[in-house]
């Protein structure tokens, strides 16, 4: 197919090698970053400009190809740095004089490079000789083995004489140093660094642990180096010949836009590639096919239409059935700044100061999209190294981008005294020489108070978790001092506590209680806390209790929820937890709530796993930024006005504007097809997580609404939308497990203030009658549980009609709710098992390149069944994983392979959390939440962890006295089961069986069971 040709599925091919697009697409993608983030209409000229340089490309191509020499048969490209992205500074040469305060290396657009991007390297060395380290986790997490040859980059030395080297990690843990590769001169051009292949030999896989640049002398500016890559002999078996990733354009598109994501693909081999990729996302799938030269690229774009809702679409790019990307295409209709006009304030963090300024510059254009009122903003006692020589011409800059988005900044300062002021052999990171410590202050307060945009300043990150002798008298010296410093130079700037971490057993003791009992040295109480809902709201009242009657207001500093990086469905988790947080908090009259973080940084710091962020590592939103946006639109300029009690599944909190109310309301627990009735005259505005609304018409005042697995809003003037008791329900409530026929009795009530006629299908079968006012009527009923129904909370179907003399009054569906459980049988008894081995019950934690997908049952499934006796209550887990690894011990065996078990009582007594592993010393057993009674700690009861094979058998016996429920036929509790896959040492994916374990504690997703007794019939 020639390039700029139609395919059989519509969207325009264009195809690249590594010299196309030298300037076209650099040149292109400058201006779309130029111009705003939505609708945009290019100039005529310019589009034909752009339409010469492509096709000036293309004859570069084909120049470039005939002059081709011999190449390595196949290259992996760590970073060609098209994702905007930054790697961290990893030591070096300082100078504590120089005027930059963010990283040194990162992204930088260039229109000479083929795919428009390079990096730049930032620097000002202050001695004869320099020498700066810089890294990043993506790069690291790549695995090299015994094929890798050596790291060939771009390099444009820009006049400087450098020399650059590569910090290797071996697989026993050390760090080896390659050799040099000089460069040095003006323009691009290739460097190649080897591999000391004798060291490394019988010690793989390593990975590349940072990049070292070396210059020879004083030197301030900065150089750019581009497309590092691998060589390797053979490209490794785990690694597809072709990689996919998105080209960011925009971050989203507006509803009734056409939506046309675009990617890059690479083609990593030494030979022209061809083979069709799959796109699938939206409802739609893509089947293309890619030609490629030798270590080509080319550009794709794919017309997926316009779509009227906003929701954020789940795609997958693939070759050969193998996914080459997983991530986003989003629509949704953005804020346009700040709309809240007062407290509770809406923040996210971005760390600024870990970015290099083009991505801060980036991010910051999301800010207004997102409408946030604050940032916080990152601040080290490093800026000001030299005293009284505070980098404040840096500081302005970093903060610049944010300041013109329309946001007003938290400052967290969040650690590090400089050597000026921290004293000799300190007992505490606040040992300080405190005239020093003063001088400092004061120099920070004096620019502060020239900036009105800076409303707090939040002093030492978590200062709690840190276990120096003197921390805790220290930082209360600490704070003291700072408080009137700021008070008389920054007036405007509230002085918050340290975030710090309630109910953390890692706690300083008593630093918590000591420093609320000192109101007089700060303005508000921050803290910070990043569990799931329900423990959120624990903490908070932790905070409140100790903090005592008048208390000053309360913040959260840092808060957020992981979305892991692959599976959809903890992605939907993570805007759900979002959306209940944030109401929670400003239900309870916090001033301020901080989302920790803006875009994900699991690919920058070694070592990092972080997935807290609204955006993905690859520019995409993710539902909690659609969620957060929506969000603000709804609360925003209102008051809390209560709790309203709508149905006994669901929890709702009213907020109240000048003319209307906003109810937000999620399930309590997740309840498909769940309805229910409210009171209301007037049409009811309902708008799910994203923001699509849709008008609720009354009948006879009354509004049926649809309930949703995620949070949603209700919208209606002042005093019009009222709670309604269900219309229909179970007398007693019903809970029965599947294939079960069950005689029950469907309670019916008459809503309206006059008599009515009723007539209920349900079951097959049709009832009617008629009702007074104010009564209610009880309807023996026969039900049938489907057999193929799954565990949880269901509905039956039920349709309703009522009348009056008139005429119909009401006609609805109306679900009833109940409860479907799962039987655990007496000992003895037939066994009842449970399979889990397909992606239903599957939960991918991670998407590196390098750690491959489930590939099947082999890879990882799993066998249940439960009994109980007299003894307790007995769990046998059969499970099929190639791979076992049991390296951590103690209370971290959750970290190898191995099974968490979590059982609630449900009746007021405490929930309960079991690990099972083997390891190096055999089985291994750790209670973490522990039964009322008991401390956390090693499990004594009967448990035994065997492994045969490809075969882990897990088998214990949980005793009476710690299930906190009587073991008796037809007892109901509530379990959930997760197994831990922990491939190459990498906890990589979970199965489950109910959720509530993994990542959000929350006993209210956990499955309900039943007892039955080997007599019963």
Not at 985 to 1001: A, N, P, V
Request: charged share 25%; aromatic share 12%.
């Amino acid at each position: 197919m020639r390039a700029g040709a139609m395919n059989s599925v519509g969207g325009v091919i264009r195809r690249a090698s590594p010299a196309e697009h030298t300037n076209s697409r650099g040149g292109r993608h400058i201006l779309m970053k130029l111009v705003t983030l939505f609708n945009v209409n290019l100039p005529e000229d310019i589009l034909m400009n752009l339409k010469f340089l492509k096709l000036k490309g293309l004859l570069f191509c084909c120049l470039t190809a005939a002059t081709a020499t011999a190449q390595p048969p196949a290259r992996v490209m760590l970073d060609d740095f098209t994702r905007i992205t930054t790697w961290c500074d990893m030591g070096g040469t300082v100078n504590p004089e120089e005027n930059i305060y963010w990283s040194r290396c990162g992204s930088f657009p260039d229109a000479s490079r083929p795919d428009g991007y390079c990096a730049k390297l930032t620097f000002d060395a202050a001695g004869r000789e320099a020498e700066f380290g810089m890294g990043n986790n993506r790069v690291f997490l790549q695995k090299l083995d015994e094929n890798a040859e050596g790291i060939r980059l771009q390099v444009n030395p820009c006049g400087f004489n450098t020399r650059f080297t590569a910090d290797l990690k071996l697989s026993d843990g050390q760090l080896i140093r390659t050799a040099y590769a000089p460069a040095s001169g003006d323009g691009w051009r290739e460097i190649f660094i080897p591999f000391p292949k004798e060291k490394i030999a019988g010690r793989h896989p390593f990975s590349v642990y940072r990049l070292v640049v070396w210059f020879s002398g004083p030197a301030r500016g900065e150089i750019f180096f581009d497309d590092v890559e691998v060589d390797f002999k053979k490209l490794p078996e785990d690694l597809a010949p072709l990689t996919a990733e998105p080209v960011y354009r925009k971050l989203g598109w507006r509803p009734g836009e056409q939506v046309t994501p675009e990617y890059l693909f690479r083609n990593r081999l030494s030979t022209p590639f061809s083979g069709e990729i799959t796109v699938k996302g939206a409802g739609k799938e893509f089947t293309r096919k890619i030609e490629l030269p030798p270590y080509g690229l080319c550009y794709q774009q794919f017309d997926f239409g316009s779509f009227d809702t906003q929701e954020p679409h789940p795609v997958a790019v693939a070759f050969g059935g193998e996914p080459l990307h997983l991530g986003w295409i989003s629509v949704f209709e953005p804020n346009s700044g700040p709309v809240n006009k007062r407290p509770m304030w809406f923040s996210v963090e971005d760390q600024e100061l870990n970015n290099c300024y083009e991505e801060g510059v980036l991010h910051a254009s999301w800010l207004p999209l997102l409408g946030v009122d604050m940032i916080r903003a990152g601040l080290m006692g490093n800026a000001q190294m030299a005293k009284g020589k505070l980098r404040a011409e840096a500081l302005r800059k970093l903060w610049t981008p944010p300041i013109e988005a329309g946001v007003k900044l938290l400052i967290d300062y969040a650690g590090y005294m400089p050597p000026w002021v921290i004293r000799p052999n300190p007992t505490s990171p606040l040992d300080c020489r405190w005239e020093e410590f003063d001088a400092l202050m004061t120099e920070f307060a004096k620019f502060f108070g020239a900036m009105p945009e800076a409303r707090y300043f939040e002093f030492i990150n978590e200062p709690n978790l840190n276990h120096s002798r003197t921390m805790t008298d220290d930082y209360l010296t600490a704070l003291s001092r700072l408080y009137p410093i700021f008070k008389k130079h920054a007036p405007h700037v509230k002085i918050t506590t340290g975030g710090f971490c309630p109910a953390i057993p890692g706690s300083q003791p008593q630093f918590i209680e000591r420093l609320l009992a000192r109101p007089e040295i700060f303005d508000v109480i921050a803290y910070h806390e990043h569990g799931n809902y329900p423990h959120y709201r624990f903490t908070f009242d932790i905070v409140k209790k100790i903090a005592g009657p008048g208390h000053k207001p309360i913040i959260n500093t840092e808060a957020a929820t992981r979305s892991f990086m692959a599976a959809p469905r903890e992605f939907y988790a993570q805007a759900d937890q979002l959306v209940r947080k944030i109401t929670y908090s400003k239900a309870v009259g916090m001033e301020y709530y901080n989302w920790f973080m803006m875009q994900d940084y699991w690919d920058k710091g070694i070592g990092a796993d972080d997935t807290f962020s609204l955006v993905t590592v690859y520019n995409q939103p993710k539902p909690s930024f659609l969620a957060y946006a929506e969000l603000i639109r709804q609360l925003s300029n209102r008051d809390f006005s209560g709790m309203a009690e709508l149905d006994p599944l669901l929890e709702a909190f009213r907020f109240t504007g000048e003319t209307d109310e906003v109810t937000v309301v999620w399930e309590k627990r997740r309840a498909d097809g769940l309805k229910f009735v409210l009171r209301s005259d007037v049409p009811v505005l309902r708008t799910d997580i994203y923001g699509n609304t849709r008008t609720l018409k009354p009948q006879s005042g009354l509004v049926t609404v649809e309930s949703a697995s995620l949070p949603f809003y209700l919208k209606a003037p002042k005093g019009k939308l009222q709670a309604q008791p269900r219309l229909l329900s179970f007398r007693d409530g019903l809970a029965a497990v599947p294939g079960e026929r069950v005689k029950t009795v469907v309670t019916l009530v008459n809503p309206l203030p006059q008599a009515l006629r009723y007539r209920l299908k349900l079951g097959g079968r049709s009832f009617s009658g008629e009702l007074k006012r104010g009564e209610s009527r009880e309807i023996p009923v026969n039900v049938t549980i489907p057999a193929e129904q799954l565990h949880g909370e269901s509905v039956i179907p039920a349709e309703l009609i009522l009348s009056d003399r008139n005429g119909k009054v009401f006609e609805d569906s109306l679900p009833i709710p109940y409860v479907c459980c799962v039987e655990i049988p007496e000992k003895g008894a037939p066994e009842k098992t449970v399979v889990l081995d397909s992606p239903a019950a599957l939960r991918e934690l991670v998407f590196v390149p390098t750690i491959p997908r489930w590939s099947g049952k082999e890879d990882l499934s799993a066998t249940l069944s439960f009994s109980w006796s007299g003894e307790g209550l007995h769990v046998r887990c059969r499970v099929t994983d190639q791979e076992h690894n049991g390296d951590h011990t103690g209370p971290h065996i959750w970290k190898n392979d191995s099974i968490q078990f979590g059982l609630d009582p449900m009746n007021g007594r405490n929930w309960s959390e079991y690990t099972f592993s083997l390891t190096g010393d055999g089985a291994a057993a750790w209670n973490h939440n522990p039964p009322e009674g008991f401390k956390s700690g090693k499990f004594d009861g009967a448990c035994s962890v065997t492994r045969r094979g490809n075969l882990t058998e897990y088998s214990f016996t949980i005793p009476p006295e710690r299930l906190g429920f009587e073991l008796k036929d037809g007892t109901q509790f509530r379990i959930a089961l997760l197994i831990n896959d922990s491939d190459g040492g990498i906890r990589s994916r979970t199965m489950l069986f109910f959720d509530g374990l993994d990542g959000h504690k929350d006993t209210g997703k956990f499955g309900l069971v039943q007892l039955r007794s080997g007599r019963r019939k």
